[in-house]
């Protein structure tokens, strides 16, 4: 079964970096759309950044040019490079791995929730 394990999650000020990692188990990260996801209290989920099979990636309006998605097939590891962050970034973070491949169109969970990774960003 598909699993994900997240972590990295840090308390920083405004203006810091993070890194999280998201360790798949029970499936090829490469052959899947892959995702970072982020939920704030009294908000709903929204997608932060996307991978798809080929390496292309996009990202949120809000994240452009300050997050990186990456992955480390190796390792079967995503990665979420994060930087100039906000108190607005102030979430907990998810991965998951998505249906269809190339990251087209309505996306679908292939991969369980993993239990996420706080990330608190203060001004």
């Known amino acids: 079964q598909a699993q994900m394990a997240e972590s990295g999650g840090d308390s920083v000020q405004a203006g810091g970096s993070l890194r999280l990692s998201c360790a798949a188990s029970?499936?090829?990260?490469?052959?899947?759309?892959m995702g970072w996801f982020r939920q704030a209290p009294g908000k709903e989920r929204e997608g932060v950044a996307r991978?798809?099979?080929?390496?292309?990636?996009t990202y949120a309006d809000s994240v452009k040019g300050r997050f990186t998605i990456s992955r480390d097939i190796a390792k079967n590891t995503l990665y979420l490079q994060m930087n100039s962050l906000q108190p607005a970034d102030t979430a907990m973070y998810y991965c998951?791995?998505?249906?269809?491949?190339?990251?087209?169109?309505?996306?679908?969970?292939?991969?369980?929730w993993g239990q996420g990774t706080q990330v608190t960003v203060s001004s």
């Open positions: 998951a791995a998505l249906r269809p491949a190339y990251c087209s169109g309505s996306l679908v969970p292939f991969s369980n």
């Open positions: 991978i798809d099979r080929d390496g292309i990636r």
């Open positions: 029970g499936f090829s990260i490469s052959i899947y759309c």
